[in-house]
């Protein structure tokens, strides 16, 4: 099957309410508790492995006003979560059910396990209430509910099943990610002629949604503020604004807002809203600074997309890497480059420049620490194409960089599934040291 760049939007992006780890982890208790015959809920208890377990366990939870924890998310999505919104699950907590959520976790009622040997996205969770006990099981994608349990008899009619809506569903994203995987990037580029008015319109959207957690950003400095600080910098005449501080501004603004669990949703990239933010805005920023119609800036921010999705083919959902720096900084450079005119001999150059440049950033959980690694990610993308519209390319004999995007692409999906194993076990045991210890 050959796919398009339809299928690609339809499968990777999609609006997302808060870090997706939490997300995910209010998702299945919210689903399991849509199963109970009353709503009545005694005990929560879910298992999650430890790339989830990573990035829930210190990010802000939108709508609570700073509080965080897998626990927490666990209980605001059976208090108060509507399933049916998937990555917006928690669009419809209130005050009401953060302080019922609260009192779950002061009361003892809910249990968080982590699986240390799991591999790969899975969350299950189990709901006890009025002597029932409904479980759900996330494997593989944050949205993908692949099971769903009633006092041990299986569920098998469901919306919230993947069979009740293909869009969703870790076969598809296997079969596409397979697909990718065979493509070269002058193919990957030529998807970009399938974009229809639908497209472009839902394109657009992801712009709007970004902008406005940016917006927030930029206004109220939330979070590490490092979008704020550096726009204040600007104006205090200490660095001057050019594309690469614009596209680390508007990014990393975003991501403070998004971080600090502002109730704003942003368009996700793969998954990962982060990764949404870096994929678009890097774009978006540096538009003012060219001659170029808006509809070219959409087919860039469609590419970076592509690029994304083809770089987590590799790497998977979630790994040691940031997934920020290393796929949707490589879909923003590629989409820059694009931009500004590039061929594709400069895209493949700037993805090369940019994996050398970022490969080695680790993730060590979400948390407004982020804002951070974002700003780096959207600056370097900038820069990575520009350098290769002026010649400058990472030469094949360097490091892991490969001959082409391609091979640099299995390069990096190498290191991350058989180099980085261990590096991922020691970051977390020394985020699960600090959490313990009080520091």
Not at 34 to 40: A, F, G, T
Request: glycine share 12%; hydrophobic share 45%; proline share 3%.
């Amino acid at each position: 099957m050959r796919y398009t760049i339809k299928d690609i939007l339809n499968i990777e992006v999609a609006p997302a309410l808060g870090c997706t780890e939490p997300v995910a982890i209010a998702l299945g208790a919210a689903a399991a508790v849509s199963l109970l015959p009353e709503k009545k809920i005694n005990a929560i208890e879910i298992w999650v492995d430890p790339n989830i377990y990573k990035n829930g366990l210190a990010v802000s939870i939108p709508g609570t006003g700073g509080l965080s924890g897998l626990g927490m998310a666990s209980a605001l999505g059976a208090v108060g979560g509507d399933p049916q919104r998937r990555l917006e699950v928690l669009d419809t907590v209130g005050d009401m059910a953060v302080s019922a959520a609260k009192q779950m976790i002061n009361d003892g009622q809910v249990k968080v396990n982590l699986l240390r040997d799991r591999t790969g996205l899975y969350i299950k969770t189990v709901v006890n209430g009025a002597g029932h006990r409904a479980e759900s099981v996330i494997r593989d994608l944050h949205d993908n509910i692949v099971s769903l349990t009633l006092d041990g008899n299986a569920v098998t009619e469901s919306p919230l099943l993947p069979e009740a809506d293909p869009s969703h569903g870790q076969n598809r994203l296997a079969e596409m990610e397979a697909w990718l995987k065979a493509c070269t990037l002058e193919q990957l580029l030529e998807l970009l002629d399938g974009l229809d008015e639908s497209d472009i319109d839902f394109l657009q959207s992801g712009i709007a949604v970004n902008r406005r957690l940016a917006d927030y950003g930029l206004k109220y400095g939330p979070g590490l503020g490092v979008g704020r600080t550096l726009e204040r910098l600007v104006r205090q005449g200490l660095i001057k604004r050019d594309m690469l501080i614009a596209a680390r501004i508007l990014t990393s603004a975003a991501a403070d807002a998004r971080m600090s669990g502002v109730k704003l949703p942003a368009m996700s990239s793969a998954g990962s809203g982060n990764h949404g933010l870096t994929a678009i805005l890097p774009i978006v920023a540096i538009e003012p600074y060219i001659d170029v119609n808006h509809r070219t800036v959409l087919e860039a921010i469609g590419l970076s997309h592509i690029i994304t999705a083809f770089v987590k083919a590799y790497t998977g959902r979630l790994s040691a890497i940031c997934g920020c720096s290393v796929a949707a900084g490589a879909g923003a450079t590629a989409g820059v480059t694009y931009l500004m005119g590039g061929t594709k001999q400069h895209i493949a150059g700037a993805i090369k420049n940019l994996i050398e440049d970022l490969a080695g950033v680790i993730c060590d959980g979400a948390k407004g620490g982020c804002a951070l690694k974002l700003a780096t990610a959207a600056g370097t993308a900038v820069q990575a194409a520009l350098f290769s519209l002026q010649g400058v390319n990472v030469s094949f004999t360097d490091g892991i960089v490969g001959r082409s995007p391609e091979d640099t692409m299995k390069n990096i999906g190498t290191l991350t599934s058989q180099g980085m194993i261990e590096t991922d076990r020691t970051i977390l045991n020394i985020m699960l040291e600090k959490q313990f210890s009080n520091v």
